[in-house]
């Protein structure tokens, strides 16, 4: 299915804006390890000092790429180890057998910050989650496509999120982390100036291994790029996005 994105905002690895992004699409940027915050503004302060950076990250990409249609887009939240910080905190309460923070554990589960935003933003459209490994993003895509396709909306906003795993967990990761979130306003083609295609077909190499690369950076620097066709490969698949500019 064709489409067209009309809004991309991300913000990680010490890229903030626009001009970051490009930036790092030429090669005049690199990410950075830098854990800098949105200052995310529209929320007022009380209810921000309870966001976790996952949630900060994950609204301040939401809200800006939504813009106009806050109150009525769906939305599609995806994240392959979701708030792993939160997680790991409630897991080591429990080997401590102390009591347990209901809020806390409301807040980890994979679709907490599809339901901030939804709260936030008093958004009552369908908004689902997901997670599908190191395939976690482009799935997402595709998820919000068959749901633009299968309900004729006009638009849907993908946001996807990610942040380092905790300590523990890193030697089971072999992909190189930013925290990030990226978060795409997603239209049909019609008759857009710029198209997009995305396909995937199963990976038959058998790889071991999975891409050292987070499939949300080589979406950010082909879509800042003048490219017309990125290939991501992955243990299970291979992935292209291609993209026409009408003349």
């Given at each position: 299915?064709?489409?067209?994105?009309?809004?991309?905002?991300?913000?990680?690895?010490?890229?903030?804006?626009?001009?970051?992004?490009?930036?790092?699409?030429?090669?005049?940027?690199?990410?950075?390890?830098?854990?800098?915050?949105?200052?995310?503004?529209?929320?007022?302060?009380?209810?921000?000092?309870?966001?976790?950076?996952?949630?900060?990250?994950?609204?301040?990409?939401?809200?800006?790429?939504?813009?106009?249609?806050?109150?009525?887009?769906?939305?599609?939240?995806?994240?392959?180890?979701?708030?792993?910080?939160?997680?790991?905190?409630?897991?080591?309460?429990?080997?401590?057998?102390?009591?347990?923070?209901?809020?806390?554990?409301?807040?980890?589960?994979?679709?907490?910050?599809?339901?901030?935003?939804?709260?936030?933003?008093?958004?009552?459209?369908?908004?689902?989650?997901?997670?599908?490994?190191?395939?976690?993003?482009?799935?997402?895509?595709?998820d919000a496509l068959c749901k633009?396709?299968?309900?004729?909306?006009?638009?849907?906003?993908?946001?996807?999120?990610?942040?380092?795993?905790?300590?523990?967990?890193?030697?089971?990761?072999?992909?190189?982390?930013?925290?990030?979130?990226?978060?795409?306003?997603?239209?049909?083609?019609?008759?857009?100036?710029?198209?997009?295609?995305?396909?995937?077909?199963?990976?038959?190499?058998?790889?071991?291994?999975?891409?050292s690369r987070m499939q949300v950076?080589?979406?950010?620097?082909?879509?800042?790029?003048?490219?017309?066709?990125?290939?991501?490969?992955?243990?299970?698949?291979?992935?292209?996005?291609?993209?026409?500019?009408?003349?």
């Open positions: 299915m064709e489409f067209t994105i009309k809004q991309c905002v991300a913000w990680g690895g010490g890229l903030t804006t626009t001009q970051d992004w490009q930036d790092y699409a030429q090669g005049e940027k690199s990410l950075t390890d830098l854990q800098e915050l949105p200052p995310l503004k529209q929320i007022p302060a009380m209810q921000r000092r309870r966001l976790s950076p996952f949630a900060k990250l994950a609204l301040h990409c939401a809200l800006s790429a939504a813009d106009e249609c806050l109150t009525t887009v769906p939305s599609v939240f995806a994240s392959r180890h979701g708030d792993l910080a939160k997680t790991s905190k409630l897991i080591d309460d429990v080997a401590a057998k102390e009591v347990l923070s209901p809020t806390q554990f409301g807040l980890s589960v994979h679709n907490a910050v599809g339901g901030l935003f939804s709260i936030y933003t008093g958004n009552k459209a369908p908004l689902t989650a997901i997670s599908a490994g190191e395939d976690s993003f482009f799935t997402a895509i595709i633009l396709s299968a309900n004729d909306y006009a638009q849907i906003l993908v946001v996807f999120t990610e942040n380092i795993v905790p300590e523990i967990y890193q030697e089971y990761v072999a992909q190189y982390e930013v925290a990030i979130a990226c978060a795409l306003l997603i239209e049909p083609a019609d008759n857009a100036d710029e198209v997009y295609k995305l396909t995937l077909q199963a990976n038959e190499e058998n790889k071991v291994t999975e891409n950076l080589d979406f950010l620097k082909f879509y800042y790029s003048n490219n017309e066709q990125v290939n991501v490969s992955s243990k299970r698949h291979l992935w292209q996005l291609t993209r026409t500019v009408k003349k």
